[in-house]
């Protein structure tokens, strides 16, 4: 069996190397599809036989993309046109980009001038997705996905395949959630290990993570913890900095719990047996809560959030907001508020993709650790 070691530097590699992995499936005769944040339908891209890969951007310096973007425009998005604009996506099939946010219902246009080589597949989503209404619209867009996908892959889209998608996706997210869960009890796991964990399953098949989660999970179970850190739990849409995650680990911190968007987010919400596959994974996107981005006027994230915390022990809740990112941004005075009331200590840290001086978020986070080790 491999050790813990092992298998963290295996997925730290697959993490630190998405185009090598783009590279090598196209190689082997896959299909690759792009799937942009958020709650992209991946599901259907894997029932058609094609791999769906992570495209959440990158750390890049900004210069072809400033072309189509004014400068107050989440860096995600503009990374992601930039790293288009450069080849680093070539070979790939299509990209499919989600409207969940303003950032992201402007890219699609700019990227058919910027990168036209990789169709672009707009995936509409409705704010109001609760009602019955909003899963029958939900529904027609995954309809109409159906429709190109399958002229990319050339297959036809079968819904006992689908069902068979979606029962690898469940698992997975059960897999991912547990793995939360035991990490929380394991503080010799860095935060940048985990962070690749969670980023590596972006670029590899679900099926394939599984199986390296599984032999993490039971790993895990047989090394006896670390010494104990001080316990955070960190919020945002995207914590995935090498400098601020070394920034966390030298100043002994743990994060034992996360509501990231490109981390335990995507794994809340399972699929549940409907009339058809189809309704199924309609009915999976209008359950999902608790997201910045999802319309929700009661705002139970931030509830979630302070319960979260707590739960696990937390002495501080780390906010990593992207910057020029409206929903986060629109949360936070309620999320500072909720901490506060619940005792808390709470922290924001501004990041984007060209950030390359982390030195007065490492000397903020240093003060966050001096107040928590008083609280302790």
């Keep these: 069996m491999k050790s813990v070691t092992e298998i963290l ?14 590279d090598a499936l196209i190689a082997s005769g896959k299909k690759v599809v792009l799937t942009a944040p958020v709650y992209t339908p991946e599901e259907l891209v894997h029932s058609l036989g094609m791999v769906p890969m992570g495209a959440w951007g990158g750390d890049i310096e900004l210069r072809e993309a400033k072309r189509y973007f004014p400068a107050f425009i989440c860096s995600i998005v503009q990374s992601l046109v930039e790293l288009g604009i450069k080849g680093v996506y070539d070979g790939v099939s299509a990209v499919i980009i989600p409207s969940l946010c303003d950032s992201l219902k402007v890219v699609g246009e700019n990227w058919k001038y910027a990168i036209p080589n990789i169709p672009f597949l707009p995936m ?43 029962r690898i996706y469940n698992e997975h997210n059960t897999l991912m959630r547990e793995l939360s869960e035991v990490l929380a009890e394991h503080p010799e796991v860095t935060a940048a290990q985990r962070s690749a964990v969670f980023k590596s399953a972006f670029f590899m098949l679900k099926e394939e993570h599984s199986k390296v989660i599984r032999e993490l999970l039971e790993a895990l179970k047989e090394q006896k913890p670390g010494e104990a850190k001080i316990k955070i739990m960190t919020t945002g849409i995207l914590a995935d900095s090498p400098s601020l995650l070394n920034i966390i680990d030298s100043n002994g911190l743990q994060i034992v719990a996360d509501d990231v968007a490109a981390e335990s987010r995507q794994y809340r919400t399972d699929a549940l047996e409907d009339i058809t596959a189809l309704d199924s994974l309609s009915g999976k996107f209008c359950a999902m809560d608790h997201c910045s981005v999802l319309y929700d ?40 508020k909720a901490c506060d009331a619940a005792g808390l200590p709470i922290i924001l840290i501004e990041v984007d993709r060209q950030m390359e001086n982390y030195e007065q978020a490492g000397t903020m986070i240093e003060t966050f650790k001096d107040m928590l080790g008083k609280n302790s």
Excluded at 9 to 22: G, T, V
Excluded at 137 to 163: N, Q
Excluded at 305 to 320: C, D, F, M, R, Y
Aim: hydrophobic letters at 30%; one cysteine or more.
């Design 9 to 22: 530097e295996q997925l730290k590699a697959i993490a630190e190397n998405p185009r090598a992995q783009k």
């Design 124 to 166: 509409t989503y409705p704010q109001n997705r609760k009602p019955e209404y909003g899963k029958e619209f939900t529904k027609k867009g995954y309809e109409r996905m159906i429709e190109e996908l399958e002229k990319i892959s050339g297959e036809t889209f079968d819904d006992e395949k689908l069902a068979k998608s979606i």
């Design 297 to 336: 006027v009661e705002k139970k994230r931030i509830d979630l959030i302070v319960e979260t915390a707590k739960s696990h022990e937390a002495k501080g809740v780390l906010v990593v907001l992207t910057k020029f990112c409206d929903p986060e941004e629109f949360d936070y005075p309620l999320l500072k």
